[in-house]
């Protein structure tokens, strides 16, 4: 079976929110996605789809990877950044990685869900601190552009446009004094 | 009579050519709208208008192939995945940067009466004066009172919502009801207001979209998709509007795919016969004739065609003898603002996507006011909130952070000035014969750039815009500025001017090319002077007035 993706029909299961099926994920060091420029190994394909699944979990609405947005991802930082873009990309993933290594003995993918989140606010928190911006400028890096790609396809994805707020193609009008009803307590 | 030969010639099918084919075909004319790239037609072609943001392959951002595709568009917000059909193929159509100018095209039918920013302001009896009172430039050889009629006749017909604000310096048009502002625009207006009483205004932008039904348009929808162009016609284009119109007269004949090389100009009869085109698709050379030719190729294409048509008596191009054909290139300076934080209104939304914003007019250098540079500019701007700005430390991932990215987020108001910029003989375009287009035509050489008086007036821009936006009582308030590089504007102006003179203008006052009366030129090339309004409304009231004329003149046989 061929586990390669066209990422050109990426668009198409994008659109669709489909949920991608789990043999997708190839742990042998295989990458599943086609990219024309990035050259990722499974375990590094893995490790940023897994971070973007800290950032935007599963819960009882679909994850990042439920809705494809990991792919979406890969794919943005493939067609949209330059050459520099795509090296600070890569120099950075691998020193998250090293700094997932040195911290916890193993690698990013091996950790639990609760030592990924604990690692992911560490990194929020230590980019936020002036104290404590410059450690790790590269891991730091990757993780904010990961994020903000992760958060972009989210919010842009046809799921979040059309189930989690209301985006009506033909709004018909303009009120100009809408009340907000609060969702529940977040 | 030849198949080729008509009553009227218009080059180019934007806002102006659009009007020009509509009032001359509405009047009788025969005419043949000339268009040099490739039809779209109105609904049917607007392959992205009703698609969701996620069915764009990267969201309508850019991708390193199109930033490559696209050397000059991707300057500013023009290159964006989701109508990047509509701009000009930049490989096919070089020009050459003397000094950096950004040229943001559009070849199709329509131009860029699909794309436009649709603000909508007649100018004042200030601004045709200004040249003559300064000592800048020519004299404009009208005043308000000649234009003031078919400011109203333009706005009828194109629809132009607006409220009738009773601004002394931004006189009221014939609108349609105006968009409302949101909450948080109406605070910061109570408050500007309170501040600044009468000597600053703070209005509902004016804008070409319809707010009723109107000659078999729907009202706006208020979808703010504009520039994929609209399938309810919502707002002013040439397929929306002045096409169908054209159309329905019978009298029209469009042409796609011609580039317009030259105008033929008859020594003997001291006029122009017609135009030669290239077939833009077979290379061939065509050439149509008629008894009087609208120049509308857009300002700096229009004096390419002129420059173009070059004779052994004009060498320098039709329209050359003043010197003044290709100079005092204008724009409006853009790029400087401010914007900032609204505190409170959290349990306040807004439905819909407006397409319009609001809008201060000019107020320095009026009622006496003389700062250190002359002329003035305006503000266009909005408040809104963000769809999600949640990046609170407990919550910055995971779920909770998920479902807060469902929340609005804090609202903004932000606004960027529109400034005038002067006309200076030395800021030109030239013919570099030295470079081809893929037709094998002399391309643009732009000899273009921001002066003292606009640099002095850039820091009164930012400084006025922090100023206002802390009075009306925004937070956080951030001005900004930039290098003001002219082209970004898309207000291109100048390069064909009216004047009282020949030996100083290329036209007169009815827009005719003064060495060659039957030819018109009514788009941005005519303006002597830029203000500081969004000027297509102006273009269409002089296209209409000048076709008025001209019609006139051939029935009375003089032209």
Known sequence: ?186 | MSTNTYDAIVIGSGISGGWAAKELSEKGLKTIMLERGRNIEHIKDYVNANKGPWEFEHRGGRTQKMIEDYPVLKRDYPLNETNLDYWVDEKESPYTEIKRFDWFRGYHVGGRSLMWGRQSYRWHETDFEANAKDGVGVDWPIRYKDLEKWYSYAEKFAGISGNRDGVPILPDGDFMPPMDMNIVEKDVQKRFKDFYKDSRHFVIGRTANITVPHNNRTNCQYRNKCWLGCPFGAYFSTQSATLPAAMATGNLTVRPWSIVTRILYDKDTKKAKGVEIIDAETNKTYEYYAKVIFVNASALNSAWVLMNSATDVWEGGLGSSSGELGHNVMDHHLGVGAGGRIEGFEDKYYFGRRANGIYIPRYRNLNGEKRDYIRGFGYQGSGSRSNWSRDIAEMSIGAGFKDALSEPGSWGFGMGGFGETLPYHDNKITLDKTKKDKWGLPILAFDVEVKENEKKMRVDMMNDAVEMLTKAGVKDVKGYTSDGILGRGIHEMGTARMGRDPKTSVLNEWNQVWDAKNVFVTDGAAMASSACQNPSLTYMALTARAADYAVDQLKKGTL
């Open chain 1, 1 to 186: 079976m061929n586990r390669r993706i066209a990422i050109r029909n990426m668009a198409l299961i994008l659109g669709s929110a489909a949920v991608l099926p789990s043999c997708l994920h190839d742990n042998k060091g295989k990458p599943v996605v086609e990219l024309k420029y990035l050259k990722l190994n499974g375990e590094q394909e893995n490790l940023v789809s897994n971070l973007a699944e800290t950032i935007l979990p599963k819960t009882n609405t679909p994850g990042a990877k439920d809705l494809g947005i990991n792919l979406f991802v890969f794919k943005m930082i493939d067609d949209c950044f330059d050459q520099k873009g795509q090296d600070e990309f890569m120099a950075g993933l691998k020193e998250f990685g090293d700094v997932v290594d040195k911290k916890y003995g193993k690698s990013f993918n091996e950790l639990t869900a609760a030592e990924r989140t604990a690692f992911a606010n560490d990194i929020e928190k230590q980019s936020k601190d002036p104290n404590n911006k410059d450690k790790d400028a590269k891991a730091t890096g990757f993780y904010w552009t990961v994020k903000g790609q992760t958060v972009f396809g989210y919010t842009t994805s046809k799921y979040f446009m059309t189930e989690q707020i209301i985006y009506e193609l033909v709004p018909g009008r303009y009120n100009a004094m809408f009340p907000v009803k609060k969702k529940a307590a977040v």
